[in-house]
């Protein structure tokens, strides 16, 4: 199914596939030298001993830790965050608006986010990506499977009950992500629940809680218009520390960011809001217009290879 999907289909925000072997199940794919997992890692916490291990594959040799800071970019500013966000939010409106059939990816997280050498963001790993069908059932494209698959933390609890992939489940996924990025944590897990206990917000008095909130779940439903109730000295203390948010527009820029985040993930499906005409435009309006700070690329480590091999199944073809 990767081959098919990605010998078809072409966006500046997609990973390019170069060739593929048969006989030895390996794709080929562009050289794509670091991804939005290192990145979060080295704007948050620090990495541990199995990220080391990471850096010494990465970096051929010597010590994980050192390179690592050597090699990894000391900041990883809001504009960047920003240009991430609307990079992969662009690749996801593009699969989900395909024709004949859209596509959902089915499994997006930071690990697939990867980044060329100029810096450009590019959506990999389409393994267990599929396309989408509209039955008399339902005007929503969809597929059924037996077995959902996907990656714990970003996996659509919906898809898991139902066994149904639609392109709401990548908004969940990319509703994750986008708290990674204020957040800065690499760890995912309850992530949504930590920023809404974060946030301080009086969420009883905005239609309730649910059953499942009072019993501890994450399934908080966040509603656009619960934006106002954010405050940046609730905010504060769970942005990213190495943020250097300073102006006002900035500050509002990281909470409507969380908004999208928290609505994005919302337990269910309805809930969430359309990737091309409520958060892409959003995610566009939070770029600045000053060159200053438009646009800024971190410097990548020399490329020593034309491309790279990926290990992959008879399933992928």
């Known amino acids: 199914m990767q ?81 991430v966000a609307a990079s992969v939010c662009s690749a996801l409106v593009f699969l989900h608006n395909h024709r004949p059939d859209p596509i959902a990816h089915g499994d997006l997280k930071p690990s697939n986010v990867l980044f060329d050498k100029n810096g450009v963001c590019k959506l990999s790993d389409f393994g267990i990506s ?5 039955t008399d059932d339902t005007e929503t494209p969809h597929h059924v499977t037996e077995q959902p698959m996907g990656s714990q933390s970003y996996i659509d609890p919906q898809f898991v009950m139902t066994h149904t992939l639609t392109p709401h489940s990548d908004a969940y996924a990319l509703g994750i992500i986008l708290l990674q990025l204020v957040t800065g944590k690499k760890d995912a897990l309850r992530l949504r629940r930590w920023v809404l206990a974060n946030a301080n917000c009086k969420l009883s008095r905005r239609g309730g809680k649910t059953r499942r909130q009072q019993e501890g779940g994450e399934d908080v439903r966040w509603s656009r218009d619960m934006e106002s109730e954010l405050r940046w000295k609730s905010m504060e203390r769970m942005v990213d520390k190495k943020l250097k948010l ?72």
Request: charged share 30%; aromatic share 6%.
């Open 3 to 83: 081959v098919d999907i990605l010998e078809r289909i072409r966006h500046p925000n997609l990973v390019t596939l170069v060739g593929a072997c048969r006989e030895k199940f390996a794709l080929v794919y562009e050289f794509l030298p670091d991804s939005l997992e290192n990145l979060i890692t080295g704007a948050g916490e620090e990495p541990d001993e199995s990220e080391m291990v990471v850096g010494r594959h990465c970096f051929h040799g010597g010590s994980g830790r050192r390179r690592r800071k050597q090699q990894q970019p000391e900041k990883f500013p809001w504009e960047k965050r920003v240009e």
């Open 130 to 134: 599929r396309r989408l069908q509209v």
């Open 246 to 317: 300073v102006s006002n527009r900035s500050k509002r820029d990281a909470m409507k960011m969380v908004s999208l985040g928290l609505e994005c993930s919302n337990y269910e499906r309805r809930d969430r809001p359309s990737l091309e005409s409520v958060v892409l435009p959003s995610i566009e309006s939070m770029k600045r217009s000053d060159a200053n700070h438009h646009q800024l690329q971190e410097k990548q480590p020399p490329s020593r290879f034309l491309g790279c091999f990926v290990r992959c199944t008879p399933e992928h073809f």
